[in-house]
């Protein structure tokens, strides 16, 4: 079945600095998501792509759509300590109405 | 109040116990989903179901079964619990007519979880 590779597994960073993870894939998705589980919570959605090479921003996130479709980044500016958390991408084929998962990305934020 | 609610919230039980995870929604989706959560493992998907008398196996459905009881309620059973069991279960809600701006792109509404032990 598909697989999504996430990057990197875990990330330990300072207050102010930048984020960057992503997600590789063997085979082709027609749809991105990325999500944020916070400690004792479910996942929530911060950004969903829809076409490659789309370029997408949610305040102090962006994301994009790999060119290749194959691929997606997340990107998180300038970090507060309230980015804590684990971040997954996750990929669909049109019409198959659920999702792969990646292993995600834990992100650690030091004041 | 919260639009997708799982019950119960934690549960310790032994080997070989029944046991039911139940999720219900208010959002009016018309897609449910049950996963698990491992430790470094991200999300598996279980089981599926796109209506009433839609349901479909995910990744890892052995060992599982579910009922779709109504659009609103989706259970998950552990026929006979065993200790490999034990995870962290998230029901999630999606709905096929407004999500996404792409023909069947479905963001996923996830509840609060259920940390489930069985020892």
């Known amino acids: 079945g598909q697989q999504l590779n996430q990057s990197p597994q875990s990330m330990f960073i300072q207050e102010g600095e930048d984020v960057s993870m992503n997600c590789t894939s063997s085979s082709i998705f027609n749809t991105w998501l990325w999500y944020k589980q916070e400690p004792g919570e479910g996942p929530v959605l911060l950004i969903a792509l829809y076409k490659a090479g789309e370029l997408t921003s949610n305040g102090r996130l962006t994301a994009q759509f790999g060119i290749t479709r194959k691929d997606s980044f997340l990107n998180i500016s300038a970090s507060i300590p309230s980015d804590v958390g684990i971040y997954f991408c996750a990929g669909q084929i049109t019409n198959a109405g659920k999702s792969t998962f990646g ?3 834990t992100l650690t934020v030091k004041p | ?6 019950t119960p919230r934690n549960r310790i039980t032994k080997t070989g116990k029944r046991i039911m995870l139940e999720c219900s929604q208010t959002k009016g989706h018309d897609r449910m989903y049950w996963y698990r959560q491992d430790p470094g493992l991200g999300l598996q998907l279980i089981y599926y179901s796109f209506d009433v008398k839609d349901i ?22 552990l026929e006979s619990a065993i200790p490999n069991q034990t995870a962290l279960y998230f029901c999630a ?10 023909l069947g792109g479905n963001e996923q509404f996830f509840g609060p979880g259920t940390r489930l032990t069985v020892l």
């Not at chain 2, 109040?1 to 799982?6: G, K, N, R, S």
């Not at chain 2, 990744?59 to 989706?74: L, N, P, T, W």
């Not at chain 2, 809600?93 to 792409?102: C, E, L, P």
């Open chain 1, 103 to 105: 292993d995600g990305t």
């Open chain 2, 93 to 102: 809600t999606s709905d096929r007519k407004t999500s996404g701006r792409a």
């Open chain 2, 1 to 6: 109040d919260a639009d997708v609610t799982q």
């Open chain 2, 56 to 77: 479909n196996k995910g990744e890892i459905s052995d060992g599982y079964s579910v009922s779709r009881q109504a659009q609103a309620k989706f259970s998950l059973s």
